[in-house]
Structures are given as structure tokens and as C-alpha cells.
């Protein structure tokens, strides 16, 4: 049997709660997760690739299943590139669930051989985003309560 990877797309700026949860709970369910820190040059990100790929690593850095690695363009061709045959979605409101379904259904149109997966935040967890997040930053809020503990949002 093949293993069984999944791609964890996102732009992560900053990686949240939300997305640490997400990802804790789906590695029992594959052999290796891949977050897939995409790089957008249309795109203007509020903390560099360096900043949240280093972010990563330090919040799953004892966990031997997760691999960080960046990419540009489509998803679904990073899947292949990787031989991965699933992408992991969290999905926190019904707005995110018909906007994950679209895409979800253009790439299996795509690529019949990749599942998209989608995993619900816990409750408590469900208001977070990162578009909050950088909105409390830029406003001089405390954004601490909402990334994984050991992560500085004063660093840039």
C-alpha cells in the first residue's frame, strides 16, 4: 500500500490555533503531512516566508510525520509533485464550507486520485483566522491568546 500523504495548503500568516489543532488531529489519520506554505506573488503577506516557515517548524518540531516545504501555483499539481493523494482543509463556517467544496470539486475534476479531507476546528477554536490575527496586530492588540504558544508576533 502507498502511503498515505496529505498536502496542509495554506499561506499560514500567521499559523493560528485553529491550524495547529487541525493538523495535531488529522496526523492520526496519515503518514506524513505536508504544510504547504504557498507563496503568491499577487499576494501581499504580512509576515515574511522566512518568518512563518520558521514558525512552523518550531511548533511541530517534535512531530516526525510533518514536513514544511513552500510552493507557487495550483495545489492540486503540488499534490502530484509530492504523490500526494490528499488535501488537508479545515473548515470553520458554512462560508468555508461552500467555498473549500468548490474547490475541492475542480480538483478532483483535475487529479480523480486526490481526496479532499475537511476537519471541523474545535469550538472554541472556530472564531480564530489569520486575517483576524493581522488585523489585531496592526491595531496594537495582544494577538498572543490565538498562535501556539512560543510564537513572537513581534518578530518580522
Not at 28 to 46: H, M, R, T, V
Not at 88 to 112: C, V, W, Y
Not at 119 to 143: C, H, K, M, Q, Y
Request: proline fraction near 5%; aromatic fraction near 8%.
Amino acid at each position: 500500500m502507498s502511503k498515505r500523504i496529505a498536502i496542509f495548503p495554506g499561506s499560514f500568516d500567521p499559523i493560528t490555533k485553529g491550524h495547529e489543532n487541525i493538523l495535531h488531529r488529522a496526523l492520526p489519520l496519515f503518514d506524513e503531512i505536508i504544510i504547504a506554505i504557498g507563496k503568491n506573488s499577487s499576494k501581499q503577506n504580512y509576515f515574511s516566508l522566512e518568518q512563518r516557515e520558521k514558525w512552523i517548524k518550531q511548533v511541530f518540531a517534535n512531530e516526525p510525520k510533518v514536513r514544511i516545504e513552500t510552493y507557487t501555483g495550483l495545489t492540486i499539481d503540488f499534490c502530484k509533485k509530492m504523490n500526494a493523494h490528499y488535501i488537508l482543509r479545515g473548515l470553520r463556517t458554512s462560508a468555508d464550507f461552500e467555498f473549500e467544496k468548490a474547490i475541492a470539486q475542480n480538483n478532483k475534476q483535475m487529479a480523480p486520485e486526490v481526496e479532499t479531507v475537511f476537519i471541523l476546528p474545535i469550538p472554541e477554536l472556530s472564531a480564530i483566522n489569520s486575517t483576524i490575527v493581522r488585523d489585531i496586530i496592526r491595531n496594537n492588540g495582544d494577538a498572543s491568546q490565538f498562535v501556539p504558544v512560543g510564537i513572537d508576533l513581534n518578530a518580522k
